[in-house]
């Protein structure tokens, strides 16, 4: 409907929906009614749209040497001009940034978080459009839990830590930029069996209760 309220989820595998296993890699999608984006529009119901921009991979604002699309910074301007008109974006970043090869302190990594809010503030207007620049609520990640793969292991060491570390950092880039905030670790784990990703029963939990805490803001 043309008067929906219109929800951006901008995050990584966690919010595409990564099916966690043992190997870690080839994977699959849960369905949408499984991701928490999904579980989220059902307990928002009538009334609720939402726009997945999720991406395995995808930094704050990092370059990824393996990769050059992960770069959250750098896609969501065209993300969210693509998508206007928006009423929130809800960006749950970070877990990626931990990976050893970028050597980021939990610091840095809210900086980069900075970045994607300055990018939501400045959105305004879109492509020859006069649509307002929508709210944000940020979203920190939950923390790692024990990795199972030898290689993400070392790729995520001293991973566990930082994203322990991230949703007090979290939680003041936030209230400096007037976005609302929500700590994932609060109300779910990552609980899959590769020690990053998110079990059904997961995304039921942080799907809920990002929708109460969306409920509250759009109502």
Same mark, same amino acid.
């Given at each position: 409907?043309?008067?929906?309220?219109?929800?951006?989820?901008?995050?990584?595998?966690?919010?595409?929906?990564?099916?966690?296993?043992?190997?870690? /890699?080839?994977?699959?999608?849960?369905? +949408?009614?499984? !991701?928490?984006?999904?579980?989220?529009?059902?307990?928002?119901?009538?009334?609720?749209?939402? /726009?997945?921009?999720?991406?395995?991979?995808?930094?704050?604002?990092?370059?990824?040497? @393996?990769?050059?699309?992960?770069?959250?910074?750098?896609?969501?301007?065209?993300?969210?001009?693509?998508?206007?008109?928006?009423?929130?974006? /809800?960006?749950?970043?970070?877990?990626?940034?931990?990976?050893?090869?970028?050597?980021?302190?939990? +610091?840095?990594?809210?900086?980069?978080?900075? &970045?994607?809010?300055?990018?939501?503030?400045?959105?305004?207007?879109?492509?020859?459009?006069?649509?307002?620049?929508?709210?944000?609520?940020?979203?920190?990640?939950?923390?790692?839990?024990? @990795?199972?793969?030898?290689?993400?292991?070392?790729? +995520?060491?001293?991973? !566990?830590?930082?994203?322990?570390?991230?949703?007090? @950092?979290?939680?003041?880039?936030?209230?400096?930029?007037?976005?609302? +905030?929500?700590?994932?670790?609060? /109300?779910?784990?990552?609980?899959?069996? &590769?020690?990053?990703?998110?079990?059904?029963?997961?995304?039921?939990?942080?799907?809920?209760?990002?929708?109460?805490?969306?409920?509250?803001?759009?109502?």
């Amino acid at each position: 409907m043309a008067d929906d309220k219109r929800i951006l989820a901008f995050g990584d595998s966690l919010t595409w929906g990564w099916v966690p296993s043992e190997d870690f /890699v080839p994977t699959t999608r849960y369905p +949408f009614a499984q !991701r928490w984006t999904g579980v989220m529009l059902e307990a928002l119901g009538d009334g609720y749209e939402v /726009v997945e921009e999720g991406l395995s991979g995808r930094t704050t604002n990092a370059d990824d040497p @393996l990769d050059g699309r992960l770069n959250g910074a750098g896609y969501l301007p065209a993300a969210l001009a693509t998508h206007l008109p928006l009423d929130l974006v /809800v960006i749950m970043l970070g877990t990626n940034d931990t990976k050893q090869y970028f050597a980021r302190e939990p +610091f840095d990594i809210a900086v980069g978080l900075a &970045d994607l809010l300055l990018a939501v503030a400045g959105s305004a207007g879109g492509v020859g459009t006069a649509y307002p620049a929508p709210a944000a609520l940020v979203v920190a990640p939950p923390p790692l839990g024990e @990795l199972t793969d030898p290689w993400h292991r070392e790729v +995520f060491r001293g991973g !566990r830590a930082k994203t322990e570390a991230l949703p007090a @950092l979290y939680a003041g880039v936030a209230g400096t930029f007037g976005a609302a +905030f929500l700590d994932a670790g609060e /109300v779910t784990s990552t609980d899959g069996v &590769d020690g990053v990703h998110f079990t059904p029963e997961n995304n039921v939990a942080l799907g809920r209760a990002i929708a109460e805490r969306v409920g509250s803001l759009l109502a």
